[in-house]
């Protein structure tokens, strides 16, 4: 039993079946369909489905002999037209089943798919790869298969080939085996213990000292200054702003007025503040709907970490906000974990591909993305 997901081109797949996104009437489509005609054989093929197929209605599959591709088998998939995200989900849902069961009758052992009706044929990206992996994953709880999700296209392999290139750098230059993050030692998030520097600070002995920084905790500025700590009372960065641009001073006094928030209400609090609705954001994370909507109607629902962490891309958070976000699930980025260093890289970039991080912790053996129990 397994399922990677993998970026090729699906007519090179060297497995017993690939999945073809069909028309219902024998002709060939754009996108994956001519791509499957053309590598297999387009007269070939298309005859074989005029004589001995015909007409097959949406969300049905059907299988041919792969002619001159690696696969033994193409099965095709009636891909839906996407109409309404419910309509077309469900019919995307019967492409994958139909298509396992398909492959199981047929005694195949491995089977590659790409993403069904994403295309040409405008299902979201991200809820098709919902779709992917959860009936996969179903099926794969009872059955011994070999399953790939082909999610790049030749066009996209480059850009993903360079970012994966600066992923290796990053990680180079952030991973360890073992550290100790300190990250939320030094903040006012939660535990008063929020640093904010200034351009000179006055010591008890009347010496002005550069670069150092008042905090709201005294034994963090025992550990920040040169010296001892002053004796004034601590600086309210609301009012003094020290340090602060105007637009620094209002991001912090919206982050302390959520100090408090859950972990469902501070994510709907980002998400009203970016304008983004509840489907850009679960499939965005691919994320399953029904996760979604514990969420949502549990204020105090803990998410799993990688669900938070693939909330964190489907919100499009920067890191200040993914790391407050995850705190409040009880979580943190680990530079000793590698799921958060991939996720950081891309947070830190602002490349919200969920297909991407897919890929990556695939490659080195990760968990991919799955739904909560």
Excluded: W
Aim: hydrophobic share 35%.
């Amino acid at each position: 039993m397994s399922l990677k997901i993998v970026r090729n081109d699906i007519t090179k797949m060297n497995t017993e079946a690939i999945v073809n996104t069909a028309n219902g009437h024998p002709t060939v489509g754009s996108g994956c369909d001519s791509a499957v005609y053309k590598a297999a054989g387009f007269d070939e093929l298309l005859n074989y489905r005029k004589e001995k197929i015909g007409v097959v209605k949406e969300g049905d599959v059907f299988i041919t002999p792969g002619f001159n591709l690696p696969a033994k088998y193409i099965i095709h998939a009636v891909s839906p037209h996407f109409t309404d995200e419910e309509t077309t989900e469900k019919l995307v849902r019967d492409c994958y089943k139909k298509s396992l069961e398909m492959a199981k009758e047929n005694n195949i052992k491995s089977i590659a798919f790409p993403l069904i009706s994403t295309g040409s044929f405008g299902f979201p990206k991200e809820a098709g790869l919902r779709a992917a992996l959860d009936e996969i994953n179903t099926f794969l709880l009872k059955e011994d298969m070999e399953v790939y999700i082909v999610v790049f296209d030749p066009e996209s392999t480059n850009l993903s080939a360079k970012i994966s290139a600066r992923l290796e750098e990053y990680i180079d230059e952030n991973y360890v085996e073992e550290k100790t993050d300190e990250e939320y030692s030094h903040r006012f998030l939660g535990n008063a213990a929020y640093s904010i520097r200034r351009k000179e600070h006055v010591h008890k002995s009347g010496r002005k000292s550069t670069e150092s920084a008042p905090c709201f905790n005294a034994d963090i500025l025992a550990d920040v200054c040169e010296e001892e700590p002053c004796e004034s009372k601590p600086i309210n960065p609301l009012v003094d702003g020290y340090g602060l641009t105007p637009e620094g001073i209002e991001a912090l006094r919206k982050r302390l007025e959520h100090l408090s928030d859950t972990f469902s209400e501070y994510l709907f609090f980002l998400m009203e503040e970016k304008g983004l609705k509840a489907p850009e954001v679960y499939n965005g994370a691919c994320v399953d709907k029904k996760t979604f909507s514990k969420i949502k109607n549990n204020k105090n629902h803990h998410p799993k970490k990688l669900t938070a962490l693939c909330l964190c891309i489907g919100a499009k958070l920067n890191m200040d906000q993914s790391k407050d976000l995850l705190q409040k699930a009880g979580f943190a980025f680990s530079n000793s974990d590698m799921t958060d260093i991939i996720f950081s890289f891309f947070i830190e970039n602002e490349i919200y591909d969920i297909f991407q991080i897919a890929v990556e912790l695939e490659e080195r053996g990760l968990q991919i993305l799955i739904p909560e129990d």
